[in-house]
């Protein structure tokens, strides 16, 4: 049980190109989703995190404005990084929670890998 | 802020050999703590988590952690390593965010190389 369905798992694109990546949980309802940038061989670092149906919250230097999330559902979140750069190309994992206390651990997708020519 | 560190960026050990992963931490209140795995290309796996009882938690694959408190310490192990267990092994804390709700505070991670 506990399944998240990341896609795209790759994306090539072009620099200025907007790249959406969605984040389903199969199996449970997600009150609360979650997107993580991870540079190689780094942790991962928080980028903001989504409740159904509110405006996500961003962590200190991330730009909202760069970083679209949307949390239209209890099973469906997405990033969009618009008007991509070389200097996005990372690999973003989403987790998704059944709740908002964090108590219990995150379920996570399988990450996309993102290269901006 | 909570934190948590791993003071190893890889640790080697031989196939069947007793393993272990450091993390110590730093926290107001009661820590909330996890480690989770990572392999290549993939995203994180629940291995185990500390919030109340007993001080040897035991997770999935074999693992456990063990929470010291006079150690500020979640060292995570177990008893004979597999080459199967080769990840990236992370550390991780319950923290309060930027808009005052919980998050997860990931450590900086841990290589874990196990050699045939």
């Known amino acids: 049980g506990a399944v998240v369905s990341q896609h795209p798992s790759r994306v090539i694109c072009k620099s200025g190109t907007s790249v959406k990546i969605e984040c389903r949980s199969l199996?449970?309802?997600?009150?609360?989703m979650f997107w993580y940038r991870q540079f190689p061989k780094k942790s991962l670092m928080l980028m903001a995190t989504?409740?159904?149906?509110?405006?996500?919250?961003?962590e200190q230097g991330v730009e909202k404005d760069k970083f679209l999330i949307n949390h239209a559902s209890l099973t469906l979140s997405t990033l969009t990084v618009t008007s991509a750069h070389p200097e996005d190309s990372s690999f973003y994992i989403c987790?998704?929670?059944?709740?908002?206390?964090?108590?219990?651990?995150?379920?996570f997708g399988d990450g996309t890998r993102l290269s901006i020519l | 802020a909570q934190s948590v560190a791993q003071p190893e960026d890889q640790v080697n050990v031989a196939e069947g050999n007793p393993l272990t992963v450091k993390c110590t931490y730093s926290?107001?209140?009661?820590?909330?703590l996890f480690w989770y795995v990572q392999y290549p290309n993939r995203g994180l796996q629940f291995l185990l988590k500390?919030?109340?009882?007993?001080?040897l938690v035991k997770g999935s694959y074999g693992f456990e952690a063990e929470f010291n408190k006079s150690q500020t310490s979640f060292h995570l192990k177990k008893p004979s390593a597999l080459v199967s267990d080769s990840a990236l092994y992370f550390c991780?804390?319950?923290?309060?965010?930027?808009?005052?709700?919980?998050?997860?505070?990931f450590g900086t991670g841990t290589k874990l190389q196990v050699i045939p």
């Open positions: 926290v107001s209140g009661n820590p909330y």
């Open positions: 989504s409740n159904e149906g509110s405006k996500a919250t961003y």
């Open positions: 991780a804390v319950r923290d309060i965010g930027s808009g005052g709700y919980q998050k997860v505070t």
């Open positions: 987790s998704a929670s059944e709740e908002v206390w964090g108590n219990q651990p995150q379920h």
């Open positions: 199996d449970f309802q997600a009150t609360t």
């Open positions: 500390y919030i109340t009882g007993d001080n």
